[in-house]
């Protein structure tokens, strides 16, 4: 079973920084890409930034410059460090790949994590 588990999130003031994590099981995760995307209460679900299995990124512009996606391969786990946070990064942050065990095709999310950035 694919299993994506999020953490890291928070209540944090503008101009402050959180860390989270994805701890990923249930696939070849040294091979998968991965991204985060997020949701903010009456909006649609954006991505945020990705990360390919060789180390490639790309990222919304809205958080270029301050966000940074990166990844362990040893820890089956990927991170996102979110620096100079605005209250419009408030949302719920996902985690997300797209192959599963044996490579199969899908949409796979974690729960998400709240954060929440206040003035």
């Known amino acids: 079973q694919v299993q994506l588990v999020e953490s890291g999130g928070g209540l944090v003031q503008a101009g402050g920084s959180l860390r989270l994590s994805c701890a990923a099981s249930?696939?070849?995760?040294?091979?998968?890409?991965m991204g985060w995307y997020r949701q903010a209460p009456g909006k649609q679900r954006e991505l945020v930034a990705a990360?390919?299995?060789?180390?490639?990124?790309n990222y919304a512009d809205s958080v270029k410059g301050r966000f940074t996606i990166s990844r362990d391969n040893a820890k089956n786990t990927v991170y996102l460090q979110m620096n100079s946070l605005k209250t419009e990064d408030t949302a719920i942050y996902y985690c997300?790949?797209?192959?599963?065990?044996?490579?199969?095709?899908?949409?796979?999310w974690g729960q998400g994590t709240q954060v929440t950035v206040s003035s």
């Open positions: 990360i390919s299995s060789g180390g490639s990124t």
């Open positions: 249930g696939m070849l995760f040294r091979f998968n890409d």
């Open positions: 997300y790949t797209d192959r599963g065990g044996l490579g199969r095709r899908g949409d796979y």
